[in-house]
Nanobody, 115 residues
Framework: VQLQASGGGLVQAGGSLRLSCAASGSTFRRTAIGWYRQAPGKQRELVATISSGGATNLADSVKGRFTISRDNAKNTVYLQMNSLKPEDTAVYSC??????????WGQGTQVTVSS
């Protein structure tokens, strides 16, 4: 499985961005995807997950502002980020967990929120 994350950029506080995680392979429908972020000097944290069946989970810090969704026809998972705050600034990466337990990481995409 190869992952390609995109959609990051510079946005003002209160703005929105949509990140995409595009995956290769024919088993995408059976793959769970997680979005993680890592800010400078901080540990990587889990932001959101979506299971192969579409069940979602969001970190408390982003609930009500972020949503995660998937389009199996496009082999893509999206992270819609609204009401962005400066503390959301980080490198965002996606991870795929296959049905048989293997993990694959994509490269990160930088999100910078200015105050």
């Amino acid at each position: 499985v190869q992952l390609q994350a995109s959609g990051g950029g510079l946005v003002q506080a209160g703005g929105s961005l949509r990140l995409s995680c595009a995956a290769s392979g024919s088993t995408f429908r059976r793959t769970a995807i997680g979005w993680y972020r890592q800010a400078p000097g901080k540990q990587r944290e889990l932001v959101a997950t979506i299971s192969s069946g579409g069940a979602t989970n969001l970190a408390d810090s982003v609930k009500g502002r972020f949503t995660i969704s998937r389009d199996n026809a496009k082999n893509t998972v999206y992270l819609q980020m609204n009401s962005l705050k400066p503390e959301d600034t980080a490198v965002y990466s996606c991870k795929a967990t296959t049905y048989n337990g293997y993990n694959y990481w994509g490269q990160g995409t930088q999100v910078t929120v200015s105050s």
